[in-house]
């Protein structure tokens, strides 16, 4: 699919969830409403920065590289949904993204999105996620401009 950055699909799922890892990627947009269909469950949509592999330093270099692209994490059928802003004085990054066994007797587990300045907890039987764009090579940060990632977006496809 981009072997310079080693991905290999755009569309991942929760059944992809042990071999993803969202540390330090860059939420810029956050979504809560409900579905076009009139369906009643709610729907949680992130808009980040996912990024694909960290590549270590070069010799004689002290700072990683990351290839990096735009993309939407959609929890469906979302429901029983908290969070917590705190002061603001940074932008908004995942620290880890934690699936938990459900506390009660119903199904679905309950997802734990820890970040650094925020924290978001919802019950939902699955997510996706959809890279929108090839990966980009970032050599100075670990997150897009918006010109290099296209602005905001939820789109739910994937780059081909």
Request: aromatic share 12%.
């Amino acid at each position: 699919m981009h072997a310079e950055s080693g991905l290999e699909k755009a569309t991942w799922t929760d059944a992809d969830f042990e071999v993803m890892g969202w540390h330090d990627c860059r939420v810029h947009a956050v979504s809560i409403g409900i579905r076009d269909d009139g369906f009643p469950w709610s729907r949680v949509l992130l808009d980040l920065d996912y990024i694909v592999r960290w590549v270590d330093p070069a010799y004689g270099r002290r700072h990683f590289s990351f290839w990096i692209t735009p993309a939407t994490l959609v929890f469906d059928e979302a429901w029983d949904i908290t969070g917590q802003l705190d002061p603001m004085n940074d932008l908004l990054e995942i620290a880890d993204l934690h699936r938990l066994a459900p506390p009660d007797d119903k199904p679905d587990p309950l997802w734990h999105v820890e970040g650094q300045n925020f924290d978001l907890r919802l019950r939902a039987p699955a997510f996706t996620q959809y890279l929108r764009k090839s990966p980009i090579l970032s050599t100075k940060a670990q997150y897009l401009t918006q010109t290099e990632r296209g602005g905001l977006g939820f789109a739910e496809r994937s780059f081909s």
